[in-house]
């Protein structure tokens, strides 16, 4: 199968999120799995530096039209570190030069919709130019969900695109770019296409709809998130259209990076370990976090974890709701993230005011998150809505126990440890369904009796470490998804 992946941010390329994690690790699982897979990026200032010298310049560029403006693109080419997976890069500084990938100092860059128009568009023309001739376009979030119109609309009746079909992936349905009317003219496309049914959405111009719309197949990041953007609580109002599209939406949990996110070989953290060794393995890693964030060096202390976007979709108005009360008790946070101003501020206080308790690091940083996937017992994930999730797989993965709030891809992979799911020997973490800072507390002390449970706790990590959650099984699914995107176009075509 010959696939195209397009993305607005890839690893090690950029990154904001899990977006990142998926676009590289997809491609690369195709890729080993003899697949011919390209993946495609805009250039990024943030691009112009250790990744430097693996980008080469091609001859390859052309205009883009939009609206009345030409501007052109430019096309280097890399390749994801240690695969053969060819990563082209689409070069435009005024669009891609820039501080942030979408926004700076908390703002969206007002031009967002023209920039990733341009690049959705010079994905297109790069493959044309480069003669892929895909199977499949695979197109992800509102960035590029103009791709699977520009297709149907306009490329598939040239040679290079008569036999591709396209297949959008909603990462999140919270970001939907949404712009005002006049947008559609730099798409290029009639007006025609500006109705309820396709790409309007109140009054706006709705690139996640699009998306939706147009492509042969649309898929999420988990099974469970397929079914609750269905309903208006999670649909975030696009409900409707999304049950219009019927067996053609598909939930496919993700997997895990194990060449990145794999406590045996992590350069990152200070011990590595695996199913049998992580009782010394994670004790070493534990002593070295709690020196570095300058907490007290206790073992006997469970440790609780947080990576994330400081932001309510993450649960954060919980945690600020119920940590006065459970820290009361004797235990450890240490927070990594970045966001809502507001947040940032409530967990620095906490960490100010309870230094022997908290550490709030704001900031991102790639290396502090794999030592608090190593050195943590417990990793908090109690998020309001979440379409997949990575860092509970990670925390599974490295024998920390997640706790999470049962949505999405959350409670397709964590399974609650009660006294039933223990003596079966499937529990593998903590989950509650009302979201509330009561429930958390609750959960929170839960968690701590758990952990000084000396017959229940090494079951929980020892079911995480042990089960396979890199992406074979995941690809598989998405290649059954491309075989149905293909034929879904060939029967469209033979009815004509
Ligand atoms: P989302 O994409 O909604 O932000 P995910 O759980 O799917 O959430 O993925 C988040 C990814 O971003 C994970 O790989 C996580 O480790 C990483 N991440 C989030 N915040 C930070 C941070 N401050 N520093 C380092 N990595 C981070």
Redesign the pocket.
Known sequence: MKVVLASSEAVPFA???????VAAALPKALGAAGHDVWLVLPYYRQLSGPLESTIHPTDVEFPIELGSKSVQARVFRSSLPETDVPVLLIDQPDYFDRPGLYQQDGHDYDDNCERFLFFSRSVLEAVARFEIRPDIVHANDWQTGIIPALLKIEYQETPEFSSTSSVFTI??MAFQGSFWHWDMLLTGLDWKYFNWRQMEFFGNMNLLKTGIVFSDMVTTVSPTYAQEIQTPEFGCGLNGVLRGRGDSLVGIL?GVDTAIWNPATDPHITENYDVNSYKTGKSVCKDHLQQAVSLPRRSDVPLFGM???MTD??GFDLIAGCAEDVLQEDLQFVF???GDSHYEEILKSLGDRYTDKVAAVI????M??HQI?ASCDIYL?PSRF???????M?SLAYGTVPLVHAVGGLADSVIDATTENIAAGHANGLSFNEYSPEQLAHQIRRAITLYHDESAWPQLVSTGMSRDWSWNQSATDYLAVYERALHSREAASQSL
């Open positions: 990154k904001t999120g899990g977006l990142a994690d990462h999140n993700n990576i994330s976007r979709q993450k990594l993230g970045t900031g991102f940083d790639e502090l998150a996937e994930m979440e379409p997949c999730g990575l860092n509970q990670y």
